[in-house]
């Protein structure tokens, strides 16, 4: 267990809305990532953070954006919202290895249906 | 762009065969995780290995990486109805804040 929570588990919303989630951790981890997992592509990058501010995207970023103004918290915004949107999303964040490298540890997820 | 081939795409078996699944390569990683997740659920950290040639075993599940550090293997030994789940390998080329490259997965059913 990584500590890592996100909100809303489930959401319905329609296309044209904003809509926020919100991952959260409890270990003070540097990096942080979100992805979103689709059948037949596996999990995918959209935004990672390796810091307070500190942002970048990922290889499917467009249409997203995300913010992290604390440590523990950072937030994944889709302006508005599509139905190509329509996925699972996941947080998650990296921690050391005792021998050196490090390893990602994943949040629950949160379904979003974009109707 | 590295990219992470997993096979096979979907696997059936009966409770107590054994089985493998290979996450294939061009790329060289500094990493690979492997991962199970089980439906509505987040993928579930199994195993890291980061030595060429690296082989780790987990009660009945044996992981090996690649001499060449660009292809892994999962075993798994009589299999069981709780195995079942969706296996997921991810590979790491940097050391740290690094990002992963996921497989497509293989969805494992085993069988009662």
């Known amino acids: 267990d990584a500590g890592i929570t996100q909100s809303p588990r489930h959401k319905v919303t329609e296309t044209g809305t904003p809509v926020t989630l919100r991952c959260h951790q409890t270990?003070?981890?540097?990096?942080m990532y979100w992805y979103r997992q689709d059948p037949g592509h596996g999990l995918r990058l959209i935004h990672y953070s390796y810091g307070v501010k500190d942002t970048d995207k990922g290889e499917v970023s467009d249409g997203y954006s995300v913010s992290r103004s604390k440590t523990e918290d950072f937030l994944l915004t889709l302006e508005s919202a599509t139905s190509s949107q329509t996925s699972v999303y996941f947080c998650a964040i990296a921690r050391g290895l005792a021998g050196g490298g490090e390893t990602q540890y994943f949040g629950p997820g949160t379904r979003l249906l974009v109707l | 762009t590295q990219l992470l081939e997993q096979s096979p795409q979907f696997l059936s078996i009966q409770e107590g065969e054994n089985l493998t699944v290979y996450c294939n390569s061009s790329s060289v990683f500094s990493s690979l995780q492997w991962y199970r997740q089980e439906p509505g659920e987040g993928p579930v950290l199994l195993v890291t290995v980061v030595t060429g040639g690296e082989v780790k075993k987990l009660k009945r599940l044996t992981f090996q990486f690649g001499d060449a550090r660009k292809d892994s293997s999962l075993h798994i030994t009589a299999a069981q109805p709780g195995d079942t789940g969706l296996y997921l390998c991810a590979g790491s080329v940097g050391t740290s804040g690094s990002r992963l490259t996921f497989g497509e997965g293989t969805q494992l059913t085993v069988n009662p």
């Open positions: 270990e003070n981890h540097r990096y």
